[in-house]
């Protein structure tokens, strides 16, 4: 089985930044990507930003050129930098690791962006 464990989540002004950080472990056996997902609520779990094994990298419209996506591939991890947050940004987010032998979620954590 594999593990993700989130950390980095909170309550931030509009205008202000936070970090997510995502660590796999467990029975990993080769990753395509990682990724953040997010959800708020009455509403479907979308793609955020994820980031293949080789480097490339995917972001939703709504972040881009706000928040960038890297992952340390020694350690199987995976970070979020958010900056200039908006409201709209505000749900739980997940980590999420996509690997040949099967696809895993973490539990989430909560973005909360409010004045």
């Known amino acids: 089985q594999v593990q993700l464990v989130e950390s980095g989540g909170g309550l931030v002004q509009p205008g202000g930044s936070l970090r997510l950080s995502c660590a796999a472990s467990?029975?990993?056996?080769?990753?395509?990507?990682m990724g953040w997902y997010r959800q708020a609520p009455g509403k479907q779990r979308e793609l955020v930003a994820v980031?293949?094994?080789?480097?490339?990298?995917n972001y939703a419209e709504s972040v881009k050129g706000r928040f960038t996506i890297s992952r340390v591939n020694a350690k199987n991890t995976v970070d979020l930098q958010m900056n200039s947050l908006k409201p709209e940004d505000t749900a739980l987010y997940y980590c999420?690791?996509?690997?040949?032998?099967?696809?895993?979620w973490g539990q989430g954590t909560q973005v909360t962006v409010s004045s």
């Open positions: 980031i293949t094994s080789g480097g490339s990298t």
């Open positions: 467990g029975s990993i056996f080769r990753i395509n990507g």
């Open positions: 999420n690791l996509d690997d040949l032998k099967g696809n895993y």
